[in-house]
Every structure is written in C-alpha cells, then in structure tokens.
C-alpha cells in the first residue's frame, strides 16, 4: 500500500504538563506547507569493534527525539483581540501571549516559563508524534511571495503508529494577503519610512535535547539570538546616513505593520535595531541596500521583537 505525501494532517496542542500527550483533534489542525518530519534524530556511535575480518559494525542509537518543520503563512484571526491559528506554536517557541479583548493580541519573548506542545503528524494512516515539543521561528515578507511564518520543532520520540487521518478544521487559518504599497502601508527603520523589496527575522532560539541518565528527556530553549536581513532603496546621504548608522553602532526601531483591515493586521516591532553590513544591490535597475539586522534587547530584556495581531 502507498502512503500519499499530500494526505498530510499536523495538529498541535499545549500541554498542561510538559510531555504529557495533550490530544490535539482536528479542531488544533495546522494549515502548513513545506512539511519536513524527521522521525529519528539525535546521537549515535559505532561500535568500531576489531575482527579478523573486514566490514562495518552496528551504530547504536544513543539518545533519541525527533525533528519537525514547517510553514504557516502569516495572517491574524479575522477578529481583532482573537488570536492566531498558530498561537500555541508561538507559544512554544518561547513567545508569551497578552490578549486585549477586541483589540489585539500581542506575543513577547520570554526567558522562562517555556510552553511546550504536543504534536501530531498523520500520513495516510500512519501517526507519528512529537511530545514535550519547543521549537523556535523565523518570518519573512518579501515582494512576490506570501508573508509566512517558519516552525522548526524538535520533541521526544514516540513510537509510530497506524492510526486513521484525523478531519482537520482550518477555519482559523485566513486567507493571506501579499505585501505591497496597499496591503503594508508601514515600513520604518531608524525612524525613516522604507520602501522595502525583504524583511527576514529569525527569534534564533538555541534549541537542545537532553537526555542524560538519572534525567528526564526533554527539548529545551537556552538561549536565543534574533537576527534578520533587509532590502529597501537607496536614498541620499541627508535622509539617513545608513553606513554611520553601522559603523556607530546606533540601535533604532523597526515596526512593519501588514495589512489595513481590523482582524488582519500582523505588526512587527523590534524597538532595538542594530544595522549590521549595509551593502548596494540591484533590483530592476533601482539602487538598494542590502543590510543584517541585530535585535538587541532592551535594558529589562525579552522586548527585542513584539509581534501584534489586530
């Protein structure tokens, strides 16, 4: 019997207790793309054993947890202070939520306190699943593609099963919009309005297994690093000095807000910036820079990115 890649079903749900199955249904399923399950990964040794002939010896499986990526496209709730689909994701990829009824819903990174998930992949009758699952996530808005968000989960491995595809509800998942001069009005940068071609922005986490005896395996977040990358046009030096804004190592404030309509409006904001490499490229013959980003954390810390949905 073949097992079609298509019928894919990946639901995610926060657990009460780290590690314990939490039982996502089809009401957690997750609208992704560009799945990537690997089902077994972690240390191995070979035995190396000496023997009067040639020929290889067992590897031994050490530790074992599995890995987990995928994309969400970035859009809010269609309800202002309703939160995203993918909220337990952000949740456990180190992201505390706040809700303000009616309003918005906005995610800031914590240092504690982590959430972890329990995830369900179903191919065509077979069910793998990740408990205890941290992951961490990066976003991108680039011209001529759709806004998207990309999860990369490690978890504790279960055993596979046969299990049936569950029937997935994906009415929490809108339909994006892709970013142009309607649907991202707001694009600014050391307070001076871009015309942006990319934004990338990765939260970094430092993701690792332990699995140590006298332990309890678990996916742990120890540290984080956000980063990023941006293209937008070049303009003269009395606009902004962009180079001395690098070689000062000035900190400044990014926010991007996407979208017009209440109940899908994604806005970004990292209110500490640092320019890093800004460099000229060519994009239809128009001159742009080319530059990394640093979110550096402000003096109370777990503020370097905020993401709002409204």
Known sequence: MSLFMRKTVIAIKK????????????????????????????????????????????????????????????????????????????????????VTATTKVEYLPVSSSIDSVTIDF??????????????????????GQIPMLSFSFWGRYNTPTDAALISPTYTGFKTPTGPNSTNTPTITLHSVS???????????NNLVFRDLPGGASAALITDRKPAGSISFEAGLMASKNWF????????????????????????????????????????????????????????????ELKLTFK
Do not use: W
């Open 194 to 204: 871009l015309i942006m071609e990319s934004l990338s922005l990765d939260v970094a």
């Open 15 to 98: 657990e009460t207790t780290y590690g314990n199955d939490a039982t996502p249904t089809g009401t957690e399923a997750f609208l992704v793309k560009n799945a990537t399950l690997t089902p077994i990964a972690g240390d191995s040794a070979s035995r190396d054993l000496i023997r009067p002939y040639f020929g290889n010896s067992e590897t031994i499986q050490l530790n074992s947890h599995a890995e987990l990526k995928f994309d969400v496209e970035l859009q809010s709730s269609g309800t202002a202070g309703t939160a995203p689909a993918f909220k337990d994701a952000l949740k456990a990829c180190g992201f505390a939520e706040t």
């Open 244 to 303: 001395e804004e690098a070689r000062s190592t000035t900190l400044g404030a990014l926010q991007v807000i996407h979208g017009t309509a209440a109940g899908y409006i994604c806005q970004i904001d990292a209110p500490n910036v640092q320019i890093q490499q800004p460099a000229y490229a060519d994009s239809d013959g128009i001159a742009m820079l080319n530059a990394n980003l640093a979110l550096i954390p402000g003096t109370s810390g777990n503020d």
């Open 122 to 143: 179903y191919l065509d009758g077979v069910m793998h699943q990740l408990t205890g699952a941290r992951g961490t996530v990066s976003l991108s808005i680039q011209r």
